[in-house]
């Protein structure tokens, strides 16, 4: 498919909600990588997939927000980053046809370029070779999502438009600072909106961290920040601990009653991240109209 993200600055468009979770109500043992399962039971990835096309989404994800080289490391699989990320793209492409779209995931490295960490070099690198294998597995455009660093950001943005010539979207999680607006090393909306507008990136956006009744001022802020269309992802509320398990309090209804505040902000995309499942798209799809 090809897309113009002219068309997403136009108009709401709704997205998927969180995949690790449905993962685990599917059998994904506590701890385990999500993402070998493009791998090991595809079928459950691709019934994820599906239940949020089912469910409204108008843009769905990959499996592969682990999927890279540094995050892969910690189950041993660096090697086999390029085979998991196009194993993901590929079953979200085949759920999506032609009317939805996929955006490939890409997730932090868990290093800080600030610390000295790892080279930046070794990060570009690594972001590169997702992203390689993203396009290869047929997705309409990248998402950096999730990120806390600037730098490190900016370094995904760079390395996905390096390495392929599709749209990226640069997404952070801005839950600190005395009202909430600004990630935990103190960038702002703004911030992230300028650097990844100069670093060529067609959306920018906030997922994580919050909910939804967080997102309305952060996506006001972006508007007022740039011209960009506004990616916006919730979680559904903050978690809690029940029995040992960690549980997000907040249902579909209540979720999506907070949608309306959040688009008339300036969102041009919304969705769901942690603990919002494909009920909470349909409420979502269903209160927007």
Same mark, same amino acid.
């Given at each position: 498919?090809?897309?113009?993200?002219?068309?997403?600055?136009?108009?709401?468009?709704?997205?998927?909600?969180?995949?690790?979770?449905?993962?685990?109500? +599917?059998?994904?043992?506590?701890?385990?990588?999500?993402?070998?399962?493009?791998?090991?039971?595809?079928?459950?990835?691709?019934?994820?997939?599906?239940?949020?096309?089912?469910?409204?989404?108008?843009?769905?994800?990959?499996?592969?927000?682990?999927?890279?080289?540094?995050?892969?490391?910690?189950?041993?699989?660096?090697?086999?980053?390029?085979?998991?990320?196009?194993?993901?793209?590929?079953?979200?492409?085949?759920?999506?046809?032609?009317?939805?779209?996929?955006?490939?995931?890409?997730?932090?490295?868990?290093?800080?370029?600030?610390?000295?960490?790892?080279?930046?070099?070794?990060? +570009?690198?690594?972001?590169?070779?997702?992203?390689?294998?993203?396009?290869?597995?047929?997705?309409?455009?990248?998402?950096?999502?999730?990120?806390?660093?600037?730098?490190?950001?900016?370094?995904?943005?760079?390395?996905? +438009?390096?390495?392929?010539?599709?749209?990226?979207?640069?997404?952070?999680?801005?839950?600190?600072?005395?009202?909430?607006?600004?990630?935990?090393?103190?960038?702002?909306?703004?911030?992230?909106?300028?650097?990844?507008?100069?670093?060529?990136?067609?959306?920018?956006?906030?997922?994580?961290?919050?909910?939804?009744?967080?997102?309305?001022?952060?996506?006001?802020?972006?508007?007022?920040?740039?011209?960009?269309?506004?990616?916006?992802?919730?979680?559904?509320?903050?978690?809690?601990?029940?029995?040992? +398990?960690?549980?997000?309090?907040?249902?579909?209804?209540?979720?999506?009653?907070?949608?309306?505040?959040?688009?008339?902000?300036?969102?041009?995309?919304?969705?769901?991240?942690?603990?919002?499942?494909?009920?909470?798209?349909?409420?979502?799809?269903?209160?927007?109209?």
């Amino acid at each position: 498919m090809t897309i113009s993200f002219d068309q997403f600055a136009e108009r709401v468009t709704v997205t998927d909600g969180a995949w690790g979770t449905q993962l685990q109500l +599917r059998g994904l043992p506590a701890g385990a990588c999500p993402d070998v399962w493009n791998l090991e039971n595809p079928d459950a990835v691709e019934t994820v997939a599906r239940s949020y096309v089912d469910a409204g989404s108008r843009v769905i994800l990959t499996n592969t927000f682990c999927s890279g080289p540094f995050s892969l490391s910690q189950h041993s699989l660096a090697d086999r980053c390029a085979e998991i990320v196009e194993a993901g793209a590929a079953i979200s492409r085949r759920v999506a046809g032609d009317a939805v779209a996929v955006f490939g995931s890409i997730g932090p490295s868990g290093k800080i370029v600030m610390m000295g960490e790892v080279p930046p070099e070794e990060l +570009r690198n690594s972001f590169a070779v997702q992203a390689g294998a993203l396009a290869r597995g047929g997705v309409d455009a990248i998402l950096c999502e999730t990120f806390t660093e600037l730098e490190e950001a900016l370094l995904a943005v760079g390395a996905a +438009r390096a390495a392929t010539d599709l749209p990226v979207i640069a997404s952070m999680t801005f839950d600190s600072g005395p009202d909430k607006t600004a990630t935990m090393m103190g960038t702002k909306p703004a911030d992230l909106a300028a650097a990844a507008a100069e670093a060529g990136a067609a959306a920018v956006g906030a997922n994580c961290g919050a909910g939804p009744d967080h997102f309305g001022p952060l996506a006001a802020l972006f508007a007022e920040a740039t011209d960009l269309p506004v990616w916006i992802k919730p979680n559904a509320g903050l978690p809690t601990l029940r029995d040992g +398990r960690t549980v997000f309090p907040m249902g579909p209804e209540a979720f999506a009653a907070q949608a309306r505040p959040i688009v008339d902000a300036g969102a041009s995309f919304i969705g769901g991240c942690c603990g919002t499942t494909p009920a909470h798209i349909a409420a979502l799809c269903a209160a927007l109209g």
